[in-house]
Nanobody, 125 residues
Framework: QVQLVESGGGLVQAGGSLRLSCAAS????????MGWFRQAPGKEREFVAA????????YYTDSVKGRFTISRDNAKNTVYLQMNSLKPEDTAVYYC??????????????????WGQGTQVTVSS
């Protein structure tokens, strides 16, 4: 099993940047596909980005392509989400997730077994 703890959320003006971090416990982090989801008020949780076990392959939802970058450091058991050119519609609770059996193209929350507690990102206009 792996435990995930997010950090780095906060309040930022539109056009600004934030970097989210997700620290994982355990010694098998490199065997997990890792991803980020988000949930805005009154909406369902949605896929944001995923990264392969080695970090060589990434996949994004269309609305964040070119603005967000997912990366990982397996030596530090950490996955990151760099968010640039933030928009008010990016406001949400962001969740880190992982699973050994997921694929890089797994966009359904049911495909991931391990979740962090979430971190709030608020983008003001």
């Amino acid at each position: 099993q792996v435990q995930l703890v997010e950090s780095g959320g906060g309040l930022v003006q539109a056009g600004g940047s934030l970097r989210l971090s997700c620290a994982a416990s355990g010694r098998t982090f490199s065997t997990y596909i890792m991803g980020w989801f988000r949930q805005a008020p009154g909406k369902e949780r949605e896929f944001v980005a995923a990264i392969s076990k080695s970090g060589a392959i990434t996949y994004y939802t269309d609305s964040v392509k070119g603005r967000f970058t997912i990366s990982r450091d397996n030596a530090k058991n950490t996955v990151y989400l760099q968010m640039n050119s933030l928009k008010p519609e990016d406001t949400a609770v962001y969740y880190c997730t992982g699973d050994r059996s997921a694929s890089i193209y797994s966009t359904g929350e049911w495909e991931y077994n391990y979740w962090g507690q979430g971190t709030q990102v608020t983008v003001s206009s």
